[in-house]
C-alpha cells in the first residue's frame, strides 16, 4: 500500500499495480483443484498473513477474490481495505463483517478479533481450493453467518477421498468455531503445511483427537437467542454513534440511522423466529441419532443396499466405474464417507464399482510399420502395454511387424501387454574360412550361422586329404545376409570319393525292461536294421550311413521279449 487519499467524497488506496488474476479467477477457471497445487497456494498465504500479523496488522477480509496469483504461479494478498490494528477497537461495520462465506464466527458476532479470525479464512480458503464448493451456503448473507456460528462442514475427504487426511485435518483445525483450538499463528499453520510438504503421510493425531468429538452437521442451524441478534445489532448502532461526534450528525441522519438499525433489527429477528418456528427448539424434525458408515467395498450395489446398517438408513450412489485388478466386475471398489465415520445426517454413500471387463478382438497389423501399428492398438483405448521384440526375418521388411502375440483375432482386455516382433530384416554373417575343415563339418557351420551350401564343386588335382575343403566362393571376413548361398571345392575327383560318411549313435536301454529286447533303428523314418540284445546293458551303439553333407533323424524301438511291451528313444539328429 503505497497512500491513502480523498477525491471529493471518495475516499481511496493508491497500491501496486500486479499482473495476474485473482485466485477466485484461477478457481473458477480450474475447478477442483488437484491438493499439490492447494498446499502450494496456501502456504503462500500463509506467509503473507504471518508477515502481516507479525506487524500487528489483521485483514479481516481473506477471500480468493483478495489473492491474486501471478504469472509465474506466486501469490500475494491484497485490498487491506478493511485492515485494522491488532489492538485497535473493533466496529461491527458492513465492511468489518468480510465476505459473509469466509467470516469467522467471532467476526458475525461482533466480538473482537485477532489473528485467528484471519486464519478461519484462510481455512475456509483452503477448504475451498481442495473440495470446489465452500463449506456453507445459504439464501441469504444471514444464513450463511448463522452457520458458520453453530456448524461444522463436511470433512473435504467426504467430498473427495483422494485428498491426504493430514491436509484435511489442518484445514478442519484452522476453521475450528473455537478461536481458541485454531492455530495460534500463521506460523504454526505454516509449521504442519511444511511437515505435510515433506511428508504427506505425517501422522496429525493430535489434530484427530481434537476434532474427535466434532461431527459435521448438514441440517439447517439450530436457532439461535433474538437477545444475542439484538445485542450485536445495539454494539454496531452505539459504536456508529460514539465514532460520530454528535455536532457532525444532522437531525434527518440520525432519523435515518435510527430507521435503518430498526429494519435490519426487524429482519434479523424475522429470520430467526422463522429458523425456530420451521426446526423448533429440539434441532430437526425425526431422528436426530447418529448412525456409523457401514463398509460397503466388496459388495454390489444391490448387496450393499440390503445390508443391515445401510438398508432404510443409507442411499447408495453410483459416481461411475473404475478398473480395478482387486474386486470382481460389479462389486464396489471405492467408497465415500470412508467405513466407521459417525453421520447424523447426509445418509449417502457415493461409491465406485469394478468396471467389466471390455473385450476387443486383436486387429491384425502383421506388415505394418510397427510405430504405425502402435498408434492402431493405441486407438482402442484399452490402456495396453507394449513389448516391441526385434528379430531377423529374411522375408519381412526391417521395421514391420512380423507378428504379435496375441495374435489377431483373438480377446483384448483393458491394460494387457502386447509383444509385437518387428523385423530388423535378414541376419548378416561374416563368413570365417572354412578352408582346410572337413566338407561335413564345413557344411554343418555354415548352415548353423545361417548360411545355405550349394552343391559342391570337386578338385582333382589337390594335394590336400580327399573330403576337405580347398577352395570356397566368399572371401574370409566378408559379411553377408543371412541365406546366402555359400559353395564348397572339395579334393578329390568325384562324389565317388565323399558320397558317403558314416556316424556312430548311442542310444539309452529303458530301465523298466528285463530279460531279452529287440532293438530296431530307424533313420529318417525307415527301419534300417534290427538286432537282439541283453537287458543287462545300459546302453547300444549303431552304426548309420549317408551323404556327405546330409542330416538324419534317428531313433531307436525297444521291444521287450517277455512281455511285449514297446518304447521308443528319444530322436536325436547326426550330421554327414
Excluded at 14 to 35: A, C, F, N, P, S
Excluded at 280 to 291: C, L, T, V
Aim: with cysteine; glycine share 6%; hydrophobic share 35%.
Amino acid at each position: 500500500m503505497y497512500d491513502v487519499s480523498t477525491s471529493g467524497e471518495t475516499e481511496y488506496i493508491v497500491m501496486e499495480l500486479i499482473d495476474g488474476i485473482t485466485l477466485k479467477q484461477y478457481m473458477e477457471r480450474r475447478g477442483r483443484m488437484d491438493w499439490r497445487e492447494s498446499l502450494h497456494f496456501i502456504s503462500q498465504i500463509m506467509r503473507s498473513l504471518s508477515h502481516a500479523h507479525s506487524r500487528g496488522i489483521i485483514h479481516r477480509d481473506i477471500k480468493p477474490q483478495n489473492i491474486m496469483v501471478l504469472r509465474d504461479g506466486s501469490v500475494k494478498v491484497a485490498d487491506f481495505g478493511i485492515a485494522c490494528l491488532a489492538n485497535a477497537s473493533q466496529t461491527l461495520t458492513q465492511e468489518a463483517l468480510g465476505s459473509v462465506h469466509y467470516i469467522s464466527p467471532e467476526q458475525a458476532r461482533g466480538d473482537r478479533i485477532d489473528a485467528r479470525s484471519d486464519i478461519y479464512s484462510a481455512g475456509v480458503v483452503l477448504y475451498e481450493m481442495l473440495t470446489g464448493r465452500l463449506p456453507f451456503e445459504g439464501d441469504s448473507a444471514v444464513s450463511v453467518a448463522i452457520q458458520h456460528l453453530s456448524s461444522v462442514p463436511l470433512a473435504p475427504r467426504d467430498i473427495d477421498h483422494s485428498i491426504p487426511e493430514p491436509l484435511e485435518l489442518i484445514c478442519m483445525k484452522a476453521m475450528n468455531s473455537d478461536p481458541d483450538k485454531r492455530y495460534p499463528t500463521a506460523d504454526a499453520m505454516l509449521e504442519d503445511l511444511e511437515k505435510f510438504r515433506k511428508d504427506p503421510a505425517v501422522d496429525m493425531d493430535y489434530i484427530r483427537k481434537e476434532l474427535a468429538s466434532v461431527q459435521p452437521d448438514n441440517e439447517p442451524t439450530m436457532s439461535i437467542p433474538t437477545a444475542q441478534v439484538a445485542t450485536a445489532v445495539k454494539k454496531r448502532a452505539d459504536q456508529m454513534r460514539r465514532d460520530q461526534p454528535e455536532d457532525n450528525i444532522r437531525p434527518r441522519d440520525k432519523k435515518s440511522i435510527a430507521i435503518m438499525g430498526g429494519i435490519f433489527a426487524a429482519a434479523l429477528v424475522l429470520v430467526f423466529l422463522l429458523f425456530k418456528l420451521i426446526l423448533g427448539d429440539f434441532g430437526p424434525a425425526g431422528n436426530n441419532k447418529s448412525y456409523d458408515v457401514p463398509n460397503v467395498l466388496g459388495k454390489t450395489v444391490e448387496e450393499a443396499q440390503l445390508m443391515d446398517g445401510v438398508k432404510d438408513i443409507f442411499e447408495i450412489v453410483v459416481k461411475g466405474t473404475q478398473r480395478s485388478d482387486t474386486y470382481e466386475p460389479g462389486q464396489i471398489i471405492q467408497q465415500s464417507p470412508d467405513a466407521g465415520r459417525s453421520r447424523k445426517s447426509n445418509f449417502v454413500i457415493e461409491v465406485y464399482v469394478a468396471a467389466e471387463e471390455e473385450k476387443v478382438p486383436m486387429p491384425d497389423v502383421t506388415g505394418q510399420e510397427y510405430r504405425q501399428a502402435r498408434i492402431q492398438l493405441q486407438e482402442l483405448n484399452l490402456n495396453l502395454k507394449f513389448d516391441f521384440q526385434s528379430q531377423n526375418s529374411d522375408t519381412v521388411h526391417k521395421d514391420m511387424v512380423i507378428s504379435t502375440e496375441p495374435a489377431d483375432g483373438e480377446d483384448l482386455t483393458e491394460g494387457q501387454q502386447v509383444t509385437v516382433y518387428v523385423s530388423t530384416g535378414p541376419k548378416t554373417v561374416t563368413v570365417p574360412s572354412f578352408i582346410g575343415q572337413d566338407i561335413a563339418i564345413a557344411i554343418k557351420n555354415a548352415q548353423d550361422m545361417g548360411l545355405t551350401v550349394g552343391q559342391p564343386e570337386f578338385d582333382p588335382y589337390s594335394l590336400v586329404e580327399t573330403g576337405r575343403v580347398t577352395e570356397q566362393n566368399i572371401d574370409p571376413n566378408e559379411v553377408v545376409d543371412g541365406g546366402t548361398q555359400i559353395v564348397f571345392t572339395i579334393s578329390g575327383s568325384g562324389e565317388e570319393d565323399i558320397v558317403t560318411r558314416t556316424k556312430v549313435a548311442e542310444f539309452a536301454l529303458p530301465e523298466d525292461m528285463g530279460g531279452m529286447i529287440k532293438v530296431e533303428f530307424e533313420q529318417d523314418g525307415a527301419i534300417v536294421d534290427s538286432q537282439y540284445i541283453s537287458a543287462n546293458l545300459q546302453t547300444v551303439t549303431y552304426t548309420f550311413t549317408g551323404q556327405v553333407g546330409q542330416t538324419s533323424l534317428v531313433r531307436a524301438y525297444f521291444t521287450c521279449i517277455n512281455d511285449n511291451s514297446a518304447v521308443s528313444s528319444p530322436t536325436q539328429e547326426i550330421v554327414f
